[in-house]
């Protein structure tokens, strides 16, 4: 009888559910899927109002960051790091940077000025809001 409930569009958003984050100082509430993929691929250096971005993720092996990558920005891990490697042996950009885990990530997110990251919905704290991601 309840079996319908799994097959919604998007599922049903539970306290797993990763969400992209930001610093407070960061004025957008919703990002494209292709602004987001953008930033997290370090192509993307600015905010729209020619703030600097600053981006931080978890280790790659990390299921929340596998969950991330795959769900919300449609790509797999091993192209993020391609992009993020190829950026940096160029010498045309930089790899984000790495919080060890969820409760790192939700600490430099909220302390650093243009951050944005991801943590699962449950690490949620009032010290940085959530961004949604639009189609």
């Known amino acids: ?4 409930l ?9 306290a797993d559910e990763v969400v992209v984050i930001a610093n ?9 899927h292709d602004m ?3 930033i997290f691929a370090m192509r993307q250096r600015t905010w729209p109002d020619g703030r600097s971005v600053d981006v931080y993720v978890l280790p790659g092996g990390n299921p929340v960051h596998k969950r991330f990558v795959k769900s919300r920005l449609n790509v797999y891990p091993h ?3 391609l992009a993020w490697d ?9 790899a984000p940077h790495q919080a060890d885990d969820q409760q790192t990530m ?3 997110v909220a302390t650093t000025p243009g951050a944005i990251g991801y943590l699962e919905r449950d690490h949620l704290e009032d ?3 959530v961004i949604s991601l639009a189609n």
């Open 6 to 14: 799994f097959w919604l569009p998007g599922g049903v958003a539970g």
């Open 106 to 108: 939700l600490h430099q």
């Open 86 to 94: 190829r950026a940096v042996f160029s010498g045309t950009g930089q």
């Open 36 to 38: 987001a993929r953008a």
């Open 127 to 129: 010290s940085v809001h």
């Open 79 to 81: 192209q993020l790091q």
């Open 24 to 32: 407070p100082d960061v004025e957008i509430d919703t990002l494209s």
């Open 1 to 4: 009888m309840w079996l319908w």
